[in-house]
């Protein structure tokens, strides 16, 4: 059964080298600043030596820790003071493949057949290791191959007991899923013998529901691979709401998951990261980046930021290692702090219940949804003008407090007319 704490998550992807150059320790430094902005769960870039220069996904030593990021007791330290804050760390792990560099190919490559590691590598009719993509220096692990599902266990669950990890983000989940389906609840098994509130987050399409039944607690809210399911939308503002409505409706997945609780609540929602770039603030403006903070928070599912997402950073995260200064000219920290905080206070934002209200409802510009049940007073309807001009939008109720602004609307004959000047959101419960 997923942990209770999962519900309430707010995600932060943590990509050490941008924090500064002691790494670890610079995270350490800032766990009270990301704390006040409202994240509570630490996502850490991959801990196990990559090839040189490399992100962390080429890896070459599954049970090494990287050493430019910092120490071992650097890492348990982070571990620690965010846990003394209430806080949890989930870190990446890359159990699909090894880089071509890693000992075990390099001896297959000395040694072919003779080598004891010739079996853990998935092969093709032609006897050569598969691969994804363009990934030829990637080859797939044979999951198959008894050994390699020990070792891989063994070295998750050692990385739990070793740093006290709250659990992982499953890089290329959805390959091992298509050659080996049964390893992933074996996984969870064991991970849930050593911890059992342990989160694993799958790099697959949330709306895929076999994830969630087999030891996933969440998936991302991708149409495709590494694709998001908005794609587009705010490249136009005077579109925005309609294709956020569309994808909002043809991506949210419904049912039920493996513990019996709505599986909308599965899903990562995020604008920046490590496959999308950081870069949404300087593509999109300000006005919609403030947006984008109350949209992630509103949503159903678990709002994700990722390194400088919340100061409008602009780097691609592969190719630029250089520490983030960190300034914040736009302010958007204290808008992400504002959504983040009325999260926090509604529970109607944590339910399962979403409804999305209609374009003849909310106006061309306006994006439009309740969270809640809509008999019930705690209900919150969620109002977000992504047009350039104002709108108006007429709303049931004798009166509306909004705790986006604070401000209480008041109705005439059983209905409320709300004003929304371009780029405001708004947070309506009755009064």
């Known amino acids: 059964m997923a942990a209770p704490w999962i519900r309430d998550a707010v995600v932060y992807g943590v990509l050490p080298p941008k924090f500064g150059p002691h790494g670890f320790a610079d995270v350490t430094a800032r766990l009270g600043e990301l704390q006040r902005t409202g994240v509570n769960t630490l996502w850490l870039a991959p801990l196990n030596t990559p090839t040189q220069g490399d992100y962390g996904y080429e890896v070459v030593d599954h049970a090494a820790l990287r050493p430019d990021w910092g120490t071992h007791a650097e890492l348990r330290e982070l571990v620690r003071s965010a846990h003394a804050r209430g806080m949890h760390v989930i870190a990446d792990v890359v159990p699909n493949h090894t880089h071509d560099d890693h000992p075990w190919y390099q001896d297959v490559l000395a040694r072919g057949k003779a ?38 266990t063994d070295t998750l669950v050692g990385m739990v007991r070793d740093y006290d990890l709250d659990g992982f983000r499953v890089d290329v989940a959805w390959g091992v899923h298509e050659r080996r389906p049964d390893f992933f609840p074996a996984l969870r098994q064991a991970l849930d013998a050593v911890k059992p509130d342990t989160f694993l987050l799958a790099e697959a399409p949330a709306r895929d529901g076999w994830f969630s039944g087999a030891g996933f607690d969440a998936a991302y809210d991708w149409a495709a691979r590494f694709q998001a399911s908005w794609k587009g939308a705010f490249d136009d503002p005077a579109q925005t709401a309609d294709r956020l409505r569309t994808a909002l409706r043809r991506d949210t997945p419904t049912g039920v998951a493996r513990d019996g609780a709505a599986q909308v609540s599965k899903v990562l929602r995020l604008l920046d990261s490590n496959d999308l770039g950081v870069h949404f603030r300087r593509d999109h403006g300000v006005r919609t980046a403030r947006l984008g903070a109350w949209l992630l928070a509103t949503l159903p599912g678990i709002p994700a930021l990722f390194t400088g997402t919340d100061v409008g950073a602009s780097y691609d995260p592969y190719r630029d290692p250089r ?109």
């Open 323 to 431: 520490p983030l200064t960190w300034h914040d000219p736009d302010g958007l920290r204290a808008t992400w702090t504002a959504a983040l905080g009325v999260r926090r206070e509604l529970p109607a934002l944590t339910s399962d219940s979403f409804r999305l209200l209609t374009r003849a409802q909310t106006g061309a510009g306006v994006l439009g949804y309740v969270r809640g049940d809509a008999g019930d007073a705690g209900a919150a309807t969620v109002l977000l003008n992504f047009d350039a001009t104002a709108h108006d939008v007429e709303l049931r109720g004798a009166g509306l407090h909004d705790a986006a602004t604070g401000a209480d609307l008041a109705g005439v004959g059983g209905r409320v007319r709300v004003h929304l000047a371009p780029g405001q959101a708004r947070i309506l419960q009755r009064r």
């Open 115 to 152: 080598s004891p590691y010739w079996g853990r590598y998935e092969r093709g009719r032609d006897g050569a290791p598969t691969h994804y993509f363009d990934w030829e220096h990637l080859p797939n692990l044979d999951y198959d191959n008894a050994a390699v599902r020990r070792y891989m």
